[in-house]
């Protein structure tokens, strides 16, 4: 089946410490983004990809860092100059291409919590 | 810059009660529109979406939403809700083909038995 795997599903974390969240799709989409949810929040956008060997900043991006050098493979790396990296943290893919199939699919998230 | 608003933050209905969840956006243009549910702890599923052409769209598990042009409005719509139906709900907007999205900050919908 297609889709999008994320993990771990939890990560703890020490303060000082630069963590790497994984993103694998198998969707052969083009884009892909990392959300942070925070309660309340809703959504927030911390980078995105539209293609291999490119990505720009989201709204968020300050304190993380992304690479893509294959088009199924997204890592997120949380750096230890993100001030208040606990949240939930969620990929996502697209083909932005297609219209009529503009829709964004989910992974099932990453808790990251910094102790 | 584009926005999107969902007025109710948390809302309760009784088991078998209709559904009505406001998204209201703010665009020059018409965007791409979607409707997202999320179980706690899960990643998002789409309900459904619109593009183009008929301004009641419908999707998976009976829900159904309304583009309202005039009002700048896509308010999702359940005739009778269950109580599997309790999650977050998320109104998103694309503009673009680059398909970033803006997603509002969601409406927590609890179903009383």
């Known amino acids: 089946d297609g889709g999008i795997t994320q993990s771990p599903k939890y990560l703890f974390r020490k303060e000082g410490q630069n963590v790497t969240l994984s993103c694998e799709q198998n969707?052969?989409?083009?884009?892909m983004y990392w959300y942070r949810q925070d309660p309340g929040q809703g959504l927030r956008l911390i980078y995105y990809s539209q293609i291999v060997n490119d990505f720009q900043k989201g709204d968020i991006a300050e304190g993380y860092s992304v690479s893509r050098e294959k088009k199924e493979s997204f890592p997120l790396t949380v750096t230890s100059a993100q001030k208040n990296p606990t949240a939930f943290y969620l990929c996502?893919?697209?083909?932005?291409?297609?219209?009529?199939?503009?829709?964004?699919?989910f992974g099932p998230g990453t808790r990251l919590t910094v102790l | 810059a584009q926005s999107v608003t969902q007025p109710d933050i948390h809302i309760t209905v009784s088991e078998g009660a209709s559904l009505e969840l406001r998204c209201n956006y703010s665009?020059?243009?018409?965007?791409?529109l979607f409707w997202y549910v999320q179980s706690p702890g899960q990643g998002l599923q789409l309900l459904l979406k619109?593009?183009?052409?008929?301004?009641l769209v419908q999707g998976i598990k009976g829900f159904e939403a309304e583009f309202k042009r005039s009002q700048s409005s896509f308010n999702l719509r359940k005739p009778s809700v269950h109580w599997s139906d309790a999650a977050e709900y998320f109104c998103a907007i694309t503009y673009t083909n680059a398909g970033k999205s803006t997603f509002g900050d969601g409406t927590t919908l609890t179903v009383k038995p």
């Open positions: 969707l052969n989409h083009d884009a």
């Open positions: 619109y593009f183009s052409g008929d301004t």
């Open positions: 996502a893919s697209s083909n932005p291409g297609v219209v009529q199939h503009n829709e964004q699919f």
């Open positions: 665009y020059g243009a018409t965007p791409y």
